[in-house]
C-alpha cells in the first residue's frame, strides 16, 4: 500500500526537476533566440498532441489512485508541451516571432508546477497520517456515539492508507461488554455507509473505566 504512496513522491519530485530544467531552458532562449522550423514542429506536435491525448484519455478512466494521477501528470505535461509546441509553431510560421516559445514554456511550467504541488501535497499529507482532507474528525465522532449502547468515544484517529482506503481506530466505552458484538456491527456499518470507511479498529471499554458522555 505505502508503495504507492512513496512512488507518487517521487513522480511528484521528478516533475519538480522538470519543470526547473524547461524554465530555465526557457529563460535561457529568452535571452539568447535560436531559430526554430516553425513547420516541422506543428506536424511532430500535432502527432505528439494525438497520442497524449489517447493515453490521457486511458488513465482518465481508470482508477484514480495516488500513481495513477502522477502518471496522468506526467502525459498532461507531455499534452501542454505538445499544446504549447502548436501553438508557438503555427506563430513563428506566420509571423517569425521567435519569443513565443519560450513565453509558452514558462506557462506551461506554471501549470504543471500547480499541479504537481496539488499531488505532493496529497502524498505528504498521507505519509504524515493525517485525517483525509474529505473527512470530519469531530463529525466522525459525534456519528460514532449515537448508537444507545454507545457510552463515548476517545483516542479516535483517522489516516489513509493508501488512495481510497481509509483506516480509523478508536476506544468506544460502553455500559454492557455482552453489547459489544452487535455494537461493533453497528459502528461498522455506520462507518462505511456515512464515511465510506471500511478499515476500523476498535476496543471496547466498560463505562467505569472512564467519564461518562456527559463529562
Not at 31 to 43: F, S
Not at 176 to 183: A, I, K, L, R, V
Request: net charge negative; hydrophobic share 55%.
Amino acid at each position: 500500500m505505502r508503495a504507492e504512496v512513496v512512488a507518487a513522491l517521487i513522480s511528484g519530485l521528478f516533475m519538480l526537476v522538470i519543470v526547473f530544467m524547461i524554465a530555465c531552458h526557457a529563460v535561457e532562449r529568452l535571452w539568447q533566440p535560436q531559430p526554430v522550423a516553425g513547420g516541422m514542429v506543428m506536424i511532430i506536435a500535432a502527432v505528439g498532441l494525438v497520442l497524449n491525448l489517447v493515453v490521457a484519455s486511458i488513465l482518465h478512466r481508470g482508477e484514480q489512485t495516488l500513481n495513477t494521477r502522477a502518471a496522468l501528470l506526467h502525459v498532461i505535461g507531455d499534452l501542454l508541451g505538445s499544446v504549447a509546441a502548436l501553438l508557438s509553431g503555427v506563430v513563428i510560421y506566420f509571423t517569425g516571432w521567435m519569443p513565443i516559445d519560450p513565453l509558452l514554456s514558462l506557462l506551461i511550467c506554471a501549470l504543471i508546477l500547480y499541479s504537481s504541488v496539488r499531488l505532493l501535497r496529497e502524498v505528504l499529507y498521507v505519509i504524515m497520517e493525517g485525517v483525509p482532507l474529505h473527512l470530519d474528525l469531530e463529525a466522525v465522532g459525534q456519528a460514532m456515539v449515537e448508537p444507545e449502547a454507545v457510552e463515548s468515544i476517545h483516542d479516535l484517529h483517522i489516516w489513509t492508507l493508501s488512495s481510497g482506503m481509509v483506516a480509523l481506530s478508536a476506544h468506544v466505552v460502553i455500559r454492557d461488554m455482552n453489547e459489544w458484538d452487535e455494537t461493533l456491527g453497528t459502528l461498522g456499518g455506520l462507518l462505511d455507509e456515512r464515511f465510506d470507511v471500511q478499515h476500523i479498529t476498535l476496543q471496547p471499554e466498560l463505562v467505569q473505566k472512564t467519564c461518562s458522555k456527559g463529562c
